[in-house]
């Protein structure tokens, strides 16, 4: 039975985790409303000053690439203490940015920081509780949603007319600084290999087939997301547009925090299985009849509820039987991090032929072979006896 100081160690370090993955939501769902005053502040046109989100998003690329290495080589804890500070100073050096140019290493750095957050919390989280962490991992992307859902109401509080972006960048500077002291003094849980896996097993190899559903996967929900707001407003103008996409995002952020309770209780494999098959349903409204109002508003909240726990049940499964290497993490997202750079910008080149369309129809053949992966990963896996459906998440 663990000792009072034990729970009290292990609280600390699941709400640090929280608050990280928290954190980049936060910054993720800030940059958006403060580009007008950053293109003001650099000089440049607001067209332009999107390339600040590509820098990032390349910082986000490349930090995913090497996190597991750094996170397997030092303390994880101070890895993660270090990457928060370091987003912390990125943060507070937004609003000295006088000039495009010295901006976009300030994103690119950030966004570096940001996917060691990302690959460390969640490496340390499947450690910490092995094959009880579904709940906490689905619970560790819902605060992500948070964060990026509270971002707007915080630009909005925070900022004033006379200081529309400093005060905005130097408060979320702050928030890294107090989740990091405690990282600091709390030992990272250790390494430890599931049950009836020996200690010379290759455990942490990276095969292609996770590699590709993560990738497939990435892209499916990037796409449906990023052009949801397009594809109603061609068939029912803005007004529409807006509501539809916030109900979905609502729906969203409801079921990921639906997925903590039912990880509890339900196999990873059943849990994807109810996704998967929940997703394309409720894409063929939209394919159908995508005029329609119900149809429209039914299908895009539906895909957007059934997608949501996807992403951490599909972690929670790869990393069954096998002990939990922040190098297959970081394998794991950078996989999901290029599907959703590379497949929206497909998309977008086929709106110009085929309209609207495309978004719906994209996103169903992405999901579709996502999830004939995943039962071949199933299958797979049964074959070697590493998931059985009686086992609980």
Sequence with gaps: MPSPDDRRGRILTTASYFASVGLIGLVGGSVGPTLAPLAAQTGV???????????????????????GRRIERRNAHRGIAVALLGAGIALALVPIARSLGSLLPIMVAMGCMLATLDVGTNTLLLRRYGEGAAPYLNALHFSYGLGAL???????????????LSWTYWMLAVVPVPVAFVLFRVPPPPRQSPAGQHADAPAARISA?????SFLYGGAEAVFTSWLYTFVNSHAGASAATNVSGASWAAFSLFRLVG????????????LLVDYAASLLFVVPLLVLPGVGWA?????????????????????????GRTPSAQFVSTIIVASCLGSM????????????????????????????????TLGYLAQQRKQGTTSDDRRA
């Design 45 to 67: 046109e607001l067209s332009t000053i999107g390339v600040a989100l590509s820098a990032r998003s390349f910082g986000y690329l490349i930090g995913a690439v090497g996190a």
């Design 150 to 164: 509270a971002a707007p109401f915080l630009v909005a509080a925070v900022a004033t007319p006379t200081a529309p």
């Design 209 to 213: 087939l996770p590699t590709a559903i």
């Design 342 to 373: 590379t497949f929206p910008w497909l998309t977008g080149r086929l709106l110009s032929v085929s309209g609207p369309m495309a978004v719906p129809a994209v996103t169903a053949g992405l999901l579709i072979v996502a999830f004939a992966g």
């Design 296 to 320: 429209m508003w039914i299908g895009a909240a539906g895909v957007c509820a059934a997608i949501a726990s996807i992403y951490p049940t599909t972690m929670i499964l790869f990393n069954r």
């Design 260 to 271: 903590v309770v039912i990880a509890r209780r339900v196999t990873p494999s059943r849990i």
